[in-house]
């Protein structure tokens, strides 16, 4: 382990470093997920540094979900899963949200969602149709006066058609633009008459297409979805 836990010069501070060395060991797998790093004393000597400089540095790597510190056991390199991705993404784009996000986020969909929808046409398995009618039927049950929850179904309406192309990258990328349609909705859609039924019927099509499917009409359907989409946020900047 001498080219990992080297002596550390000085051009940056100390644990930045410490944190960087470690950080590209496990990224080119010389660190592999399970592995248990030496200990304090031992990583000190190694990089001859300070025990301060590297206790920031691994508070860093924790905290980056990196390493995964255990009390009375030691220092082990992180597993990252998807969740972490999603979920550092999420955090971002929450923090990001303002009036200025809703067009950034309508142009990715317009790019993205009617390819995904025809990615979901062809790989769909049985659950993911399950899924997506019982999005639906919850959808026409809703209370129309409850806005919200018919933003948090509709998201996942969308976040199952995203699942459905069965593209673990899909669902990364799309999972926290989904997180903010609700959002996006309760302010851009208040009191637009008969948006409801028209969700509903544009869902069930996009349904129908990926139940049969039919990707290119799975397309066109995501395509009218979201340049109704377009179309509100137009009249709500007219207001």
Do not use: W
């Not at 799309?174 to 039924?197: C, F, H, Q, T």
């Amino acid at each position: 382990m001498d080219e990992i836990f080297g002596k550390i010069g000085s051009a940056q501070t100390l644990s930045q470093k410490i944190e960087r060395r470690i950080e590209e060991a496990i990224r080119q797998k010389k660190l592999l997920v399970g592995a248990k790093l030496p200990s304090e004393r031992e990583l000190c000597e190694m990089f001859a540094v300070s025990r301060t400089a590297l206790r920031e540095a691994l508070r860093r790597l924790s905290a980056r979900g990196l390493i995964e510190i255990k009390k009375g056991s030691g220092m082990y390199v992180s597993e990252l899963k998807i969740k972490d991705a999603i979920d550092s993404l999420n955090l971002y784009y929450d923090l990001s949200f303002d009036s200025n996000l809703i067009p950034q986020i309508i142009e990715v969909r317009r790019v993205f969602e009617p390819e995904i929808a025809r990615m979901a046409a062809n790989n769909r398995r049985d659950k993911d149709l399950d899924l997506l009618l019982k999005n639906i039927a919850d959808l026409e049950d809703c209370d129309p006066d409850n806005t919200q929850m018919e933003a948090d179904i509709i998201n996942k309406f969308h976040l199952n058609v995203a699942k459905a192309s069965c593209n673990p990258i899909v669902i990364i990328t799309m999972e926290p633009i989904y997180s903010l349609l609700p959002r996006m909705r309760n302010l851009i859609y208040a009191n637009v008459d008969g948006e409801k039924d028209f969700t509903i019927k544009a869902h069930r099509t996009i349904y129908e297409a990926i139940r049969d499917k039919d990707a290119d009409k799975a397309f066109e359907a995501m395509v009218g979805q979201i340049n109704r989409t377009l179309e509100i946020y137009t009249q709500y900047l007219k207001k």
